[in-house]
């Protein structure tokens, strides 16, 4: 059974937005940080943002900081509302959950499958 679930990809255009969701299954994450990554075609993996259980202790990428903004509603959803989309934020987004606070994927303990995220120019 996969532990996180995403929901919300799809083919926009750039300057639209979607809104990402995860929802925990089978377990809960009250004691987890919970974040999401991405990964294009032919790239590594990487970090987009992450927050603690309590909502707080936020931190994002540079490269999306002032256009993503992520939430957590309880212990075991979070969102990723990304708004002004960018061709280059084209990928596979991934749901991930931590003991740590941390930007590393390879510290990540739980995944997600994936939700893809396609932006046309």
């Known amino acids: 059974q996969v532990p996180l679930v995403e929901s919300g990809g799809g083919l926009v255009q750039a300057g639209d937005s979607l809104r990402l969701s995860c929802a925990a299954s089978g377990r809960t994450f009250s004691n987890y940080f919970m974040g999401w990554f991405r990964q294009a075609p032919g790239k590594e993996r990487e970090f987009v943002a992450v927050i603690a259980s309590s909502g707080s202790n936020i931190d994002y990428a540079d490269s999306v900081k002032g256009r993503f903004t992520i939430s957590r509603d309880n212990a075991n959803t979070i969102y990723l509302q990304m708004n002004s989309l960018k061709p280059e934020d084209t990928a596979l987004y991934y749901c991930?959950?931590?003991?740590?606070?941390?930007?590393?994927?390879?510290?990540?303990?739980?995944w997600g499958q994936g939700t893809q995220v396609t932006v046309s120019s």
């Open positions: 991930a959950a931590s003991r740590i606070r941390t930007r590393s994927p390879s510290l990540q303990a739980y």
